[in-house]
């Protein structure tokens, strides 16, 4: 990652915790990854060459821009959805500050509702949104996704009852490994080897 782009998601990320102290409503909030969190998520998907990544949980693009600066790197593209229109701009506006814009492509609206229109089919999921709405999410997901796909999800660790139910629907899929990285907030890792 070149220095300017590295200066600018740590201006970013600053301002993020700034915003987050000062608000009172959780909506209002930017919620981000902590900044090791989102730098092994953009390495698990450059090193994986991974392709096709959902975001589930766009906020105001700080991981998104990992994401594309991962994808730009393999030939990739990225779908992101996020159902705040006001951090739906937001991260429009800091995708094209960072110059990923084109990398792309931004949904506004209900996460579940959008996963059931996509075509797909996605190499790479990253849950970072309602962690209640995951499981459902991710069963719609299902036929998208490609034979080596990795699963990721954001909050394994900090929020144990509420990415429970995910937890389990992913550990009741045939043929996946899945683990618990504690870095950051607890990263869920999950990986199917195609045959």
């Not at 987050?20 to 959780?26: H, K, L, T, Y």
């Not at 500050?97 to 959008?114: F, N, P």
């Not at 719609?140 to 429970?164: F, R, Y």
Request: hydrophobic share 40%; charged share 25%.
């Amino acid at each position: 990652m070149d220095k300017q782009l590295r200066i600018f998601l740590d201006e970013l990320y600053r301002q993020d915790l700034e915003n987050d102290a000062q608000q009172e409503d959780r909506r209002r909030k930017m919620l981000n990854l902590e900044p090791e969190t989102a730098q092994l998520v953009s390495f698990l998907v450059r090193s994986s060459r991974r392709r096709h990544v959902l975001e589930i949980g766009t906020s105001n693009g700080y991981s998104t821009c990992w994401l594309a600066w991962a994808v730009q790197q393999t030939g990739g593209h990225v779908t992101s959805i996020d159902r705040e229109e006001y951090k739906h701009a937001l991260a429009d506006a800091n995708l094209r500050r960072a110059g990923l814009r084109s990398l792309v492509e931004l949904r506004c609206g209900d996460a579940t509702a959008i996963v059931a229109d996509l075509p797909g089919p996605f190499d790479c999921i990253f849950f970072d949104a309602d962690r209640f709405s995951a499981p459902a999410q991710l069963s719609l997901l299902l036929p998208k996704l490609t034979s080596e796909v990795l699963l990721l999800a954001d909050n394994a660790l900090s929020h144990p009852q509420e990415i429970a139910n995910y937890l389990d629907a992913v550990r009741a899929l045939p043929d996946f490994e899945q683990m618990i990285l504690p870095v950051g907030k607890g990263l869920s890792v999950a990986y199917r080897a195609g045959s």
